[in-house]
């Protein structure tokens, strides 16, 4: 029983200081999301042409072959899985200690969200969130942006789904046939299989 609590005393005494700390409560977190200053709009990337202002960096979180297909100019990629990294989040207090606004975007909005939250729990005020995510922001295009068009955050419908469904619908009630039934007839094996194992 000493030689336990012997084990226990130095385990304690030993063990590691955790990397990261968590600085914000359940009710800061749920304030965080109504922060506008938290997000970065799509048109505050319009006419850099991949030369941002050296306080804002873009940290594309989808994986390296994704990136190679197409990123935002001037963005820099570590994965989200990488992200927690211990070179990966000693950059990113680097940031934060030089005043540097942080931008994360995976491919929407919904994939930089997750790394965004963590992060911004963790005591990180200078990470925003890309509204739109990469495809909103090669949908609209650089030109388009100039307008400042807000529509990812009215949440105005892309598509009619009603119109599509019912058109559908009709369309397929005049085209379908009554097909002949088909009666299925089973055949008699001529032998019964014998033998062992």
């Not at 197409?70 to 940031?95: C, M, V, W």
Request: overall charge neutral.
């Amino acid at each position: 029983m000493v030689a336990f609590a012997i084990l226990l005393l130095v385990g304690f005494l030993t063990m590691n200081k955790p990397l990261l700390n968590y600085s914000l409560n359940m009710n800061q977190s749920l304030q965080m999301l109504k922060d506008s200053n938290a997000y970065f709009y799509p048109s505050q990337l319009s006419g850099t042409n991949g030369k941002l202002d050296k306080d804002i960096v873009l940290i594309d979180l989808r994986n390296n072959f994704v990136f190679g297909q197409g990123h935002i100019p001037g963005a820099e990629n570590i994965s989200a899985y990488d992200l927690t990294l211990e070179d990966n989040i000693k950059r990113l207090q680097d940031f934060k200690n030089d005043n540097v606004t942080v931008v994360f975007y995976g491919d929407s909005q919904l994939q930089a969200n997750g790394p965004w939250m963590l992060f911004r729990q963790l005591g990180f005020d200078n990470i925003k969130l890309l509204l739109g995510g990469f495809a909103y922001y090669k949908e609209m295009n650089i030109g388009v942006l100039d307008s400042l068009n807000n529509n990812y955050l009215k949440e105005i419908p892309r598509y009619d789904y009603a119109q599509i469904v019912n058109a559908g619908e009709s369309d397929s009630i005049a085209k379908s046939e009554t097909k002949p039934v088909v009666k299925v007839v089973r055949r008699k094996k001529e032998k019964v299989a014998s033998g062992g194992c």
